[in-house]
């Protein structure tokens, strides 16, 4: 028997211990550092899609991953706030007339982005 092989169908090589084949894992000491969507992401990823979630750790494309997920995430918020705050009429004018009033629709606004980013993007 080989003391090494390599699995083209996941990436990964593995190690002849006694009788049995060990995947060659290596831990990553460098803490990874995602925003808050992709934080949501992965807590969504452990408690709902844990075989998506051994996959990425497995293969060590988890960071990445995530960091595209709450890459995505952010520009579309920061999309959709624009559009929806151009069409619900919240301006810089707005803003000098009456602050409370801007401040409450921009909130309002944020809201509403990201509950459509959360079941789009983050827990789908």
Known sequence: MKKQIYDGKNGLSYTLHGDYYLPDLELNE???VYGKYGI????????HRSAKYQYLVLTGKLTEYLNQVDKEAREKVEML???MAERWGVTEELKMRDQMEWVRRMNNIKATAEGIVYKNIIFM
């Open 30 to 32: 460098e803490e990874p």
């Open 81 to 83: 706030v624009e559009q």
């Open 40 to 47: 949501m992401r992965k807590q969504f990823l452990k408690e």
